[in-house]
């Protein structure tokens, strides 16, 4: 193609392109739609839930259970904490006093194993034990016999049901606690074998039997010094 016939299709071409410009719609102005965005109120978010997640309620982990089978108690001397070893002989634990007759295992770190709690009526003592989330392991039930009889202690388990029973003399620290199928349970000494029972359930029982004991050993005392030649002359 000749310059000329190039110079003449540009000419005619030129007013073609600006015409299709003029009809065409402007665009929108980049600045007036940000301003927009600016003034739209954003949907509300409830604070702690995800927008558009249903909330779903969590449960608690379950407290590890420990085995304790074999598991010895030793108290101190002079002190009212018991140390709990694992039948390996390395340390668990203690078991300590909380508040008035409470008490409250924890392991070699500070967490709580279980605790137990107890509510007197007369000769009876009603002790809860719970696990590390407060939820019921099951209850011993003490029947504090009179001076120089046998003790009664009763195991049951979270729903209510009897695991067993054992009649336990004054100092006696060897004895089962049987069930409707035999033993559940043995404390021998400081030691302490659960077959059919929660360890911890049994791990205070031994605590509570050495707490009878005290109790006994004290009114025992009692009944020497009342008893004494010229105590009342004085």
Same mark, same amino acid.
């Given at each position: ?81 018991? /140390? ?6 390395? +340390?668990?634990? %203690? !078991?300590?006093?909380? *508040?008035? $007759? @409470?008490? &409250? ?9 279980? /605790? ?6 007369? +000769?009876?003592? %009603? !002790?809860?034990?719970? *696990?590390? $989330? @407060?939820? &019921? ?30 009649? &336990? ?46 109790r006994e050993s004290a009114e025992r005392r009692r ?12």
């Amino acid at each position: 193609m000749s310059i000329k016939k190039t110079l003449f299709a540009v000419i005619i071409a030129a007013p073609l392109c600006a015409s299709a410009q003029e009809k065409a719609p402007p665009l929108p102005d980049s600045e007036q739609f940000k301003a927009a965005l600016s003034e739209a109120a954003a949907p509300a978010a409830v604070v702690g839930k995800a927008v558009g997640i249903a909330q779903a309620s969590v449960p608690p982990l379950a407290c590890p259970v420990p085995s304790l089978d074999g598991a010895e108690i030793k108290g101190r001397w002079f002190s009212s904490t018991m /140390d709990v070893r694992w039948k390996t002989g390395e +340390d668990m634990g %203690t !078991i300590e006093t909380s *508040g008035r $007759n @409470g008490r &409250v295992f924890r392991d070699t770190r500070g967490n709580i194993v279980a /605790d137990a709690s107890v509510a007197v009526n007369g +000769d009876w003592r %009603t !002790i809860t034990v719970k *696990g590390c $989330n @407060g939820e &019921v392991v099951g209850t011993i039930v003490e029947n504090d016999a009179p001076y120089g009889g046998n003790r009664a202690f009763t195991l049951k388990d979270a729903s209510g049901a009897v695991l067993g029973s054992a009649q &336990v003399e004054y100092m006696q620290d060897v004895f089962s606690i049987t069930g409707p199928g035999g033993a559940v349970a043995t404390v021998n000494g400081k030691r302490i074998f659960a077959s059919g029972a929660d360890g911890r359930l049994v791990a205070m029982l031994s605590v509570y039997n050495d707490s009878a004991d005290m109790r006994e050993s004290a009114e025992r005392r009692r009944e020497r010094q009342h008893d004494r030649p010229g105590r009342g002359d004085r």
